[in-house]
């Protein structure tokens, strides 16, 4: 049979190599003793005693050097009297004999003496009953004694007296918890400097670097950060130092703003690009029609620089040039945000043989998070609910924009088969009229073309509320061409559990528009 911890003939713990005892010719007043007993008499509750069961464990005597320096010789006077005592603290067998320990051995009580007596004290009393009560001036004068002597308490037995402090019940902002707190600040490591503020707080923007706001457009644009106050230091920055920035800087700074399809408050925003265009075109032309990328997002296209990167000396220019087919692409994408949106322009085009698809494929974005994609799903409830032949699935339509599913609709709102009809509407859209509204269809034809837009949580700006800038350009120019869209927003894919409910789901989005089909197909 197993004998209780602290009984006589068990085996008591080694000394640890490395832990800190006092030092010679230290000892204690009498009153971390009178503590002891006013513990024993106090009025507190067997919860708040055994308590003292929560106290980190405490480090046995060593015989290394000390903090005052000497290190007591093997076999020293102090060595076995002191390791003795500890033995005896941990295998008294009650509160009494714990005391006599400590009161009839003064010179040889030394500082962790003590946080072994009061974890051994925890566990005598955690079970016993509650002890008779103790006068207040008791508590009153151990208090006094306590606040005089802790300035030569060390850290550890300032924590155990802490502790017991609130296990007796001393208010947290008595004079006893004050000096104890007062003496364990005092001992504790001098904090580290406080962490430089961040840059944006300390600084106005204009007194910041070129690298630094660039990094800050950077993170903004990567992570879908669509931060206001942060955007709108930047187009101070760009505004204040217009001057000293390249049109290689400016494309970096304003690549934020049209992805988080942000336009800034700051009114000397756009006049300020269209300067920098005007000075820089020529110089850099893959800057340029970066920085008219963004813009063009923002439905933001300054006519002056259109009418330059349009120009056949331009376009010229940069046919040998390695970025030449991105550079095609982009100027393709501009020349349908012309076609579409700005009715008014007159300057030069692109020229049709000049022209690429915009997105022959579905974007970088997309392939990447195709596994987190609702893609399949909505595939599979389609073909159920439609049958396979009744929708296509990641088709380009002119001028090079990707769609998710697409149907043909009749006037009469039946779905038809798609192998029976052309998918596309035509591009350049034929009834346009120079005077037209942008933002009115501009497409009669007897089939109708609705386009499922799967809006995932990506799409959107890390708020969850606001489309990306090229997903909402992309819905815009479909819109724009003729295609009803039909968004299916991820909150709402989400909360689908399992096909059937997504079938009746999109069974309801499609009833919606008024559109009817036969028995589901497969």
Request: proline fraction near 11%.
């Amino acid at each position: 049979m197993r004998r209780p911890r602290g009984e006589p003939g068990s085996r008591a713990p080694r000394p640890t190599e490395g832990a800190t005892c006092a030092g010679p010719g230290e000892s204690w007043s009498p009153s971390p003793n009178s503590m002891l007993r006013v513990l024993l008499s106090a009025q507190a509750s067997a919860a708040r005693l055994s308590g003292l069961l929560l106290l980190p464990p405490v480090q046995t005597c060593c015989l290394g050097p000390s903090k005052w320096g000497d290190r007591p010789s093997r076999g020293g006077p102090h060595t076995g009297p002191v390791q003795g005592l500890q033995r005896l603290l941990e295998q008294a067998r009650s509160p009494g004999e714990l005391l006599r320990w400590l009161g009839q051995n003064p010179t040889k009580v030394r500082t962790h003496h003590y946080p072994v007596a009061l974890r051994r004290l925890g566990q005598l009393l955690g079970s016993r009953p509650q002890p008779p009560p103790v006068e207040q001036a008791t508590l009153q004068d151990l208090s006094q004694l306590i606040i005089r002597n802790c300035p030569s308490f060390d850290i550890h037995t300032i924590h155990v007296c802490l502790h017991l402090a609130a296990l007796l019940g001393f208010p947290s902002d008595g004079p006893l918890v004050c000096a104890l707190e007062r003496e364990r600040r005092f001992r504790l490591p001098p904090k580290p400097p406080p962490p430089l503020q961040p840059v944006l707080r300390e600084a106005r923007p204009e007194e910041l670097t070129p690298h630094v706001m660039v990094l800050l457009a950077q993170h903004l644009a990567r992570h879908r950060l669509r931060e206001p106050q942060l955007l709108e230091a930047i187009a101070h920055f760009l505004v204040v130092q217009e001057a000293q920035l390249s049109s290689k800087v400016v494309q970096k700074l304003v690549l934020p703003f049209g992805r988080l399809n942000y336009l800034p408050l700051e009114q000397q925003f756009m006049p300020c690009l269209e300067r920098i265009l005007a000075r820089e075109a020529g110089v850099a032309p893959l800057a340029t029609v970066n920085i008219l990328m963004s813009l063009c997002q923002l439905r933001c296209l300054p006519f002056r620089a259109l009418h330059f990167v349009f120009s056949p000396g331009f376009i010229s220019h940069i046919s040998g040039t390695p970025h030449a087919l991105i550079v095609r692409r982009y100027l393709s994408l501009l020349d349908t945000a012309v076609e579409l949106e700005l009715p008014g322009y007159r300057g030069p085009r692109l020229p049709r043989r000049q022209q690429v698809p915009i997105f022959p494929q579905p974007l970088i974005t997309d392939r990447a998070r195709c596994k987190y994609s609702h893609k399949d799903i909505v595939a599979e409830g389609l073909r159920q609910l439609l049958g396979e032949e009744k929708y296509r699935q990641d088709l380009t339509v002119p001028p090079g924009y990707c769609t998710d599913f697409l149907l043909c609709v009749s006037s009469s709102g039946a779905v038809l088969p798609v192998r029976t009809q052309d998918p596309f509407l035509p591009y350049p859209p034929r009834s346009r009229s120079r005077g037209q509204a942008a933002s009115q269809p501009t497409t009669r034809d007897p089939a109708q073309r609705v386009v499922l837009m799967l809006r995932e949580r990506w799409h959107f700006c890390r708020d969850g509320r606001v489309l990306l800038g090229s997903r909402a350009l992309r819905e815009r120019h479909l819109g724009l061409m003729g295609y009803q869209l039909l968004p299916l927003p991820f909150e709402e894919l989400e909360s689908q559990r399992g096909l059937p409910q997504l079938k009746s789901y999109l069974r309801q989005k499609l009833q919606a528009l008024g559109l009817r089909w036969g028995p589901e197909g497969g």
